[in-house]
């Protein structure tokens, strides 16, 4: 297992603050994602990295921006947060294409 | 386009009771891994099994059976003798093994499995 921590676990932030959540990983895993889950949706990609500073978008990254300055760090920011983005964020890594993933725990955000 | 549905939403079983939860896929790629993952009340998702599209043999890991149909597109996920403990949100996913798609996994939007005494 990748050994991932996510913090914090809950926040709670007022609509147009700046929030980052982090992703922290202890294999040195290359491939690294942030997924949203929502109630009838499932898990949604936002974001995800297949190595240090390289990054791109899924299919619900507007409003989110990542950055991956360290092979074991993942960041995921909200620039200016809104009630929309209220969710469970939950990070992701793996190693090998078609590897599973192993998932952190998740951060429940809620934005008031 | 990848797309995965799980068009049960919620089932109740009584403990004991077999049953299936369906995942059916599209995708245009030859070369793809399908998996299934199981969230249970307290949250967290845990991986429970990977099958590539070349191996189309039924697999079985004690109560739990996987049924993988290229010709359907399914991969069908069955418990057996259900448990109390076998509640949980069960989600099927599907790679992209595309070059450059970063292995992204396209999830379901999963099935609430309900075991009651």
């Known amino acids: 297992d990748a050994g991932i921590t996510q913090s914090p676990r809950h926040k709670v932030t007022e609509t147009g603050t700046p929030v980052t959540l982090r992703c922290h990983q202890t294999?040195?895993?290359?491939?690294m994602y942030w997924y949203r889950q929502d109630p009838g949706h499932g898990l949604r990609l936002i974001h995800y990295s297949y190595g240090v500073k390289d990054t791109d978008k899924g299919e619900v990254s507007d409003g989110y921006s990542v950055s991956r300055s360290k092979t074991e760090d993942f960041l995921l920011t909200l620039e200016s947060a809104t009630s929309s983005q209220t969710s469970v964020y939950f990070c992701?890594?793996?190693?090998?294409?078609?590897?599973?993933?192993?998932f952190g725990s998740g951060t429940r955000l809620t934005v008031v | 386009a990848q797309k995965v549905t799980q068009a049960q939403t919620e089932i109740s079983v009584v403990e004991k009771e077999d049953v299936t939860l369906d995942c059916v896929y599209e995708?245009?790629?030859?070369?793809?891994?399908l998996f299934w993952y199981k969230q249970p009340p307290s949250g967290e998702l845990v991986f429970l099994i990977r099958r590539n599209s070349f191996d189309e043999q039924n697999e079985i890991s004690g109560r739990y059976s996987w049924n993988f149909q290229k010709s359907t597109s399914s991969f069908n996920f069955t418990i057996t003798a259900s448990q109390v403990v076998d509640s949980a949100v069960y989600f099927c996913?599907?790679?992209?093994?595309?070059?450059?798609?970063?292995?992204?996994?396209?999830f379901g939007t999963g099935t609430q499995l309900k075991v009651e005494l």
């Open positions: 992701a890594a793996h190693e090998t294409l078609g590897g599973g993933y192993t």
């Open positions: 996913a599907l790679s992209d093994l595309r070059p450059g798609g970063g292995n992204k996994l396209t």
């Open positions: 294999e040195n895993h290359r491939y």
């Open positions: 995708t245009r790629d030859t070369t793809y891994y």
